[in-house]
């Protein structure tokens, strides 16, 4: 069965770095876009970075561009996300999460997701 | 862009639960809809305005015209209470999620 595992959360302080690692099984993750979002406490779901299936193409959420670097290694079935400069109001969870639709040149709707890394950034 | 929903909506048990989900012209942009539940990572139960994965009840249907999308729960059961959340792609390069909607069966 389809399976998504983050990993490497923690704490950090302020202007620190972070890498968050998801393994994913169970289908051809090479085939898939892949994304990461988060969610602060108590609060709701935010986009952070989608990747295309061949790694190709790169979005970010305007609020982590030129901070955060999402990569992935097909070879691997892993994904990852760099986070550098973190700041307080990056403290969340932070979910991996695979798009539905194969091949896809840009995200659409994400059917399988991890169950979270939680990042807390604080001094 | 904007989407836009109701902090929260409550019905009771049985009854039709409509979430709303508003933004401009979002009937030109495919809506999916995540339910989430607490300490849970989020659930596709909508894609594509009105497409069902095979693992959600027909209970879940999606509607989507002019500047307004729209969740619809038939017999609300307890286990359906959960954050609802819409989301969109921009043509600008975002994933855009809605604010999210808590459901209470009352």
């Known amino acids: 069965q389809v399976q998504l595992v983050e990993s490497g959360g923690g704490v950090v302080q302020p202007g620190g770095s972070l890498k968050l690692s998801c393994a994913t099984s169970?289908?051809?993750?090479?085939?898939?876009?892949m994304l990461w979002v988060r969610q602060a406490p108590g609060k709701g779901l935010e986009w952070v970075a989608f990747?295309?299936?061949?790694?190709?193409?790169?979005y970010y959420a305007e609020s982590v561009k030129g901070r955060f670097t999402i990569s992935r290694d097909n070879s691997k079935n892993t994904l990852d996300l760099q986070m550098d400069s973190l700041r307080a109001e990056d403290t969340a969870v932070y979910y991996c999460a695979k798009d539905l639709v194969p091949a896809g040149s840009r995200p659409y709707f994400f059917d399988y997701w991890g169950q979270g890394t939680l990042v807390t950034v604080s001094s | 862009y904007v989407l836009t929903q109701p902090p929260s909506v409550s019905v009771a048990p049985g009854q039709t639960a409509r979430i709303t989900c508003g933004g401009n012209?979002?009937?030109?942009?495919?809506v999916h809809w995540y339910q989430q539940k607490p300490g849970q990572a989020p659930v596709l139960v909508v894609y594509?305005?009105?497409d069902r994965p095979s693992r959600i009840p027909e209970r879940f249907s999606g509607s989507n015209s002019g500047n307004t999308a729209t969740l619809t729960i038939s017999r609300v059961e307890a286990g359906d209470e959960a954050d609802y959340y819409c989301?969109?792609?921009?043509?600008?390069?975002?994933?855009?999620f809605g604010g999210g909607t808590k459901l209470t069966a009352l």
């Open positions: 989301q969109v792609w921009d043509n600008s390069g975002d994933v855009v």
């Open positions: 594509d305005d009105s």
């Open positions: 990747i295309r299936y061949d790694g190709s193409n790169k």
């Open positions: 012209n979002i009937g030109s942009k495919s």
């Open positions: 169970g289908f051809t993750s090479s085939s898939y876009g």
